[in-house]
């Protein structure tokens, strides 16, 4: 049995002195979530999760075009105390960077590399000027729960509590980072039903971008610092 803990606490302070009326500022939401699990479920990616790139001369950066990086493999790994039903949901610590790769591609098998801005997470910033995009997503054929191959399937808002149902994205791919509330799971193949699973493997790629070298200080170094966390939500 498990109990999902919501709260929505919305505090607001008015003041007035004596002969004044009252008038309501701004106001903010401030929400509280949690979960109570029987099990839980452990995520693991190699290399501690760190995507080093080492050093790149200056030389190589494009002054008039954004410069593609090359696409970094690690494995993601998933084990649960007992089988659940799980979905992942990536927050972009870097939101405030993203650059618009106009004209670029990611090099995603699963659809032919095709560019997306809502997939791109920031690279930081050097000075005032953001350095670049950075995308995570997993192929298709990688996945396996259980050992068996499975679709992915994505919804829109926090699964317990949206009335959107899960769906199978056009490409297949797994993009482990997406404009909006995304949520990712994993179906039965043909299927969009998410499935208690133990244990699920496969493998994690990552491609940066870099901006413009004309919008970059390039006689100087810059440290590219992309950072997401990915999360385990339990269904």
């Not at 801005?117 to 990688?142: Q, R, Y």
């Not at 679709?151 to 009335?163: K, N, Q, R, Y």
């Amino acid at each position: 049995m498990k109990a999902v803990m919501r709260k929505t606490l919305l505090a607001t302070m008015l003041a007035a002195t004596a002969g004044q009326a009252m008038a309501a500022g701004d106001s903010v939401d401030v929400k509280v979530r949690g979960q109570f699990v029987p099990a839980a479920c452990t995520t693991t990616v190699s290399g501690g999760g760190t995507v080093d790139y080492g050093t790149i001369k200056a030389e190589t950066i494009a002054k008039d075009d954004f410069t593609m990086l090359a696409v970094k493999n690690l494995n993601l790994s998933i084990a649960c105390e007992a089988p659940m039903k799980i979905a992942l949901h990536t927050t972009d610590m870097r939101a405030d960077s993203t650059v618009t790769l106009t004209g670029k591609s990611w090099n995603v098998k699963a659809q032919g590399g095709a560019y997306s801005s809502n997939t791109s997470l920031g690279l930081g910033k050097s000075g005032d000027k953001n350095i670049g995009s950075w995308a995570m997503w997993m192929e298709p054929d990688s996945i396996k729960a259980d050992g068996n191959a499975v679709d992915v399937i994505a919804i829109s808002g926090l699964p317990t509590a949206t009335t959107d149902s899960w769906s199978k994205p056009g490409s297949g791919t797994t993009w482990l980072a997406q404009t909006g509330d995304s949520y990712k799971s994993w179906a039965a193949t043909g299927t969009t039903t998410p499935i208690a699973l133990t244990t699920l493997n496969g493998t994690l790629s990552v491609q940066a971008g870099i901006n413009k070298g004309s919008e970059l200080d390039l006689t100087k170094t810059v440290t590219l610092d992309g950072m997401a966390t990915l999360q385990v939500f339990y269904l």
